[in-house]
């Protein structure tokens, strides 16, 4: 198996693995295609039996986005632009009407604008570094607000970051400020929820061929610097992300919360 061969592929709605998650209801925002590491997340939660609301972002996105949605069975298909007033409130008043609960919730969008991306941290200009803020850390927040009184048997709060939070990453730049603040979040979240049983996390994989990472300068390079650094000398895939969400979700993770937890082969640890 060449290093850039994923072990594991997002399974289909025939292969079934089982009912862990049965009964469970939960909302994953951020699939864009095929690729998006939420719908590894979302393919996995389905396949395992939780029920499932979809977002897409806009009507560009939708016909990319609607066909997976049908795959996965989700119940519901709402639009979500976190930068539009009001959005996040709506598909929450949604799944309150519909649903009248919510278990859990799987966050992973970030957004910065290409010039204050590709520029120095020092050089970002101040509406770049509060829309990256505002889509990539605050909307998380924001959703957690909105998912706790759904939440009313406890839940999972989840987001997606990345090594550059914690270390200077060339070419992540703002990115990794901004994932810094949004682990900062997800600690203080997690102890602000925790009488409520709600549990809240990181989850940070390894460089991944998504379209949002296409953003990032030298992508390619920071792809192939991590395979050759990895232990294991390989990339690892949205499924392998999928399958430790799915393991926060369950139960079987009721003693942890406010944790990083990487999914990225061992890469973080190397120097």
């Known amino acids: 198996m060449s290093p850039t061969t994923p072990p594991s592929t997002i399974w289909r709605p025939e292969d079934r693995v089982g009912d862990m998650l049965k009964g469970k209801r939960g909302l994953v925002v951020g699939i864009a295609n095929r690729h998006s590491i939420a719908h590894g997340c979302a393919a996995t939660l389905r396949n395992l039996g939780a029920e499932l609301a979809v977002t897409y972002l806009n009507e560009k ?41 919510l278990d859990f919730l799987v966050h992973s969008i970030a957004y910065a604008p290409r010039d204050d991306l590709h520029g120095r941290v020092v050089d970002c200009s101040w509406p770049g570094f509060a829309q990256a803020m505002q889509v990539s850390c605050w909307s998380f ?38 994932k810094a603040a949004l682990e900062a979040a997800t600690r ?9 049983n709600i549990r809240v996390y990181a989850v940070s994989p390894g460089p991944l061929r998504t379209r949002a990472a296409s953003g990032i300068a030298q992508f390619d390079e920071l792809v192939d610097s991590a395979i050759a650094r990895a232990p294991a000398q390989r990339l690892v895939d949205i499924a392998e992300v999928g399958r430790v969400v799915a393991f926060l979700v369950s139960g079987a993770a009721s003693g942890m919360t406010g944790d990083t937890i990487y999914v990225d082969g061992g890469l973080h640890h190397m120097g």
């Open 61 to 101: 996105a939708e016909p990319y986005v609607r066909p997976l949605a049908e795959t996965l069975e989700a119940s519901l298909f709402l639009p979500l632009d976190v930068e539009r007033e009001g959005a996040m409130e709506e598909v929450f008043a949604t799944i309150a009407d519909k649903w009248g609960k």
């Open 141 to 178: 927040l924001r959703m957690a607000k909105l998912a706790e009184p759904l939440m009313t048997e406890g839940g999972s709060l989840i987001t997606m970051s990345y090594h550059g939070a914690d270390k200077v990453v060339d070419n992540y730049n703002l990115m990794g400020p901004v």
């Open 188 to 196: 203080y979240a997690a102890n602000e929820l925790a009488p409520r």
